[in-house]
């Protein structure tokens, strides 16, 4: 590996930050696997920067891609299964919801980057919230990998030991923990109207600037004076 990596010089990271990227954006791709492979390859800290960098870089394209191609495009990537659950998603613009999704492991994380990319949450909280909610689980891959190489079998035979038990009780419950925000945001979202299987918001509503485009994405230089911001204009108290 060392040989390799001293064969393609200063290209071996870029390379390697490349493929991260492509892992999220082409979600067949296994990012656990080139977590580790970053460790492995880099060292702990370098393989960690490495892939923070990569997904960083693949995350905001694909939030980019679901912004730019809109909802329908975003409902072929996730299927329908995923969209059915996740839908909620795409009202959201809240950090910390953000933050839960891209934390609680087993969760379909490249596909969470196209969903809020429909919603309105604006580029910068993404990059930020997404890039910060990533490097736990980053950082794990790439201790593991860099344990592994270094033959440290007793070191990783712990880590992986305490990150099970981290780990394991959250997949578990991760059913549960991921309609919590769902059900947290239903007050705000009551009375709205319903379409093309997911619920479209006002601007007003959500207190951001924009609204829904006809395919049912998100809209962000969208003004006032639609027929969202009018039912949201003269909606009773509470509402």
């Not at 969209?83 to 379909?108: D, R, S, Y």
């Not at 959250?170 to 009551?190: D, E, H, T």
Request: glycine fraction near 12%; charge should be neutral.
């Amino acid at each position: 590996m060392h040989q390799i990596l001293q064969r393609w010089g200063v290209f071996a990271p870029l390379a390697f930050i490349g493929i991260q990227a492509l892992q999220v954006v082409i979600a067949p791709i296994p990012g656990d696997v080139t977590g580790v492979l970053g460790g492995f390859a880099f060292g702990q800290w370098l393989g960690f920067v490495y892939s923070t960098v990569g997904l960083t870089i693949g995350s905001l394209i694909a939030f980019w891609l679901g912004r730019w191609l809109g909802a329908p495009f975003v409902r072929r990537v996730t299927g329908p299964e995923i969209w059915e659950h996740l839908n909620f998603v795409v009202e959201a613009e809240g950090a910390i919801l953000c933050f839960i999704l891209f934390l609680v492991p087993g969760l379909p994380k490249d596909t969470l980057c196209y969903l809020f990319g429909v919603s309105p949450m604006p580029f910068w909280v993404f990059a930020v919230i997404s890039t910060f909610a990533r490097m736990p689980g980053t950082w794990v891959l790439s201790a593991g990998g860099a344990k592994a190489a270094a033959a440290q079998y007793t070191q990783l035979l712990l880590l992986i030991g305490v990150v099970a038990a981290l780990v394991v009780p959250l997949y578990y419950y991760r059913a549960r923990i991921v309609p919590a925000p769902q059900a947290f945001m239903k007050p705000a979202l009551s009375g709205l109207a319903q379409g093309d299987g997911h619920i479209l918001c006002g601007p007003r509503v959500l207190g951001v600037t924009g609204g829904r485009c006809h395919d049912g994405s998100w809209c962000p230089k969208k003004n006032a004076g639609t027929e969202d911001d009018e039912r949201a204009d003269h909606a009773p108290p509470g509402e």
